[in-house]
Each structure stands twice: as structure tokens, then as C-alpha cells.
């Protein structure tokens, strides 16, 4: 039985080191192809430590991380993600952004992603926010490394009120697996009303 819990504060701080793992982990595949490495996560993670309405919804099998999700008010990530959203029509303090939503593959098709979303979307109104937003990488159907039978997670994301925000794509730099240096990613804003 996977167990799901909401952290915030220090209980939430103290789970980041496995948060940065499993984001390696994950990551790693497609479509991020992701070359992680701790120090970079580290950083990358400040943002929920100093964030006093930031939440991470864990899931755990026993007493290891297998999953997580994280989330703040937008504004706290306004310099790498406002931009894009800026035309939206949406205030940038009424968006509550759900970030990284990780799970090892082993644990998918149990509902841990619809419980992820569920508790950061609680949070999200809790806060008084009215829309929650996420976005995810793009890459182009015929890219090398996609795997055979690869299924992107748009039916998961609309099955949950999500669309695309029209011209809302942010850029977001990170080295690929089969590359020497960091490239740009495009990002692709999904967003719904709470």
C-alpha cells in the first residue's frame, strides 16, 4: 500500500534530498532526458524551502520515497516561469504553480498522480488561488530517444480540466543525456480553473 501525505515547513525541507534523487531518477527518461546531478537539485530546490506556502506531496512504500510532488504560489517562480505567462489573463498571484510530479515507474496506474494533483490542488485553494498551472517539456514526435509505444500524459492532464495556455512556453536550460552542454527546453504552460 503506497502512502500519500501532504509536507510543509520543516517536514517538507527534510524530504528534499529524496525529492532531488527521485528527479534525477525520473528525469532521466524521456521526454526530459534530464543529466541530473545533487548539487544542481540542491539548488534547483531552494525555492520550497523558502516558500512559506510551498507543499510536497510524498508517496511512500514503507519508509522510501517513491514519489513526489511539489508546488508554490506562482510569483515564487516568477523569473523563470512569469514571463511566459504574462498574457494569459490570469494575475500571476492568483496561479498556484504545481511543479515536479515524479513517480518511479513501478508505481504509476495506482492513482498516485490523481492524488498528487488532488492535495496540491486543496493547497492551491486553500491559499485563495484560483487557477493552478504546470508545464511540461516539448519534444518533437520523431526525436531519437522516444521510446516505442511512448504515451505523453495530455488524456491524464485533460481527464483534470487542464489545456494548454496558447503561447505560453517558457525556456528552461538543462543538459540532455546525450549531450556535452545544456541546451533550451521548451516548456508548454497547462492551466485550469480551480
Given at each position: ?60 512504500d ?79 514526435v520523431d526525436?531519437?530517444l ?49
Open positions: 500500500m503506497i502512502r500519500v501525505a501532504r509536507l510543509t515547513g520543516a517536514a517538507l525541507a527534510e524530504a528534499l534530498p529524496g525529492v532531488a534523487r527521485l528527479r534525477i531518477e525520473v528525469f532521466r527518461t524521456f521526454p526530459y532526458l534530464y543529466d541530473g546531478d545533487l548539487a544542481y537539485e540542491e539548488g534547483y530546490l531552494q525555492v520550497y524551502r523558502d516558500s512559506d506556502d510551498a507543499i510536497l506531496v510524498g508517496a511512500w514503507g519508509d522510501r520515497l517513491v514519489g513526489a510532488a511539489t508546488g508554490t504560489p506562482m510569483e515564487d517562480h516568477a523569473d523563470d516561469f512569469g514571463a511566459a505567462l504574462a498574457g494569459c489573463g490570469v494575475p500571476l498571484t492568483q496561479i498556484f504553480y504545481c511543479a515536479e510530479s515524479v513517480l518511479l515507474p513501478e508505481y504509476r496506474g495506482q492513482g498516485v498522480g490523481h492524488r498528487f494533483f488532488d492535495a496540491r490542488e486543496a493547497h492551491a485553494r486553500a491559499l485563495g488561488r484560483t487557477h493552478c498551472a504546470f508545464c511540461g517539456v516539448v519534444r518533437p526525436h531519437p522516444r521510446p516505442e509505444g511512448y504515451r505523453p500524459l495530455d488524456a491524464f492532464w485533460r481527464k483534470r480540466g487542464y489545456a494548454p495556455v496558447t503561447g505560453a512556453v517558457a525556456q528552461f536550460r538543462w543538459k540532455d543525456i546525450d549531450r556535452t552542454t545544456e541546451i533550451d527546453h521548451d516548456l508548454q504552460f497547462w492551466m485550469r480553473a480551480l
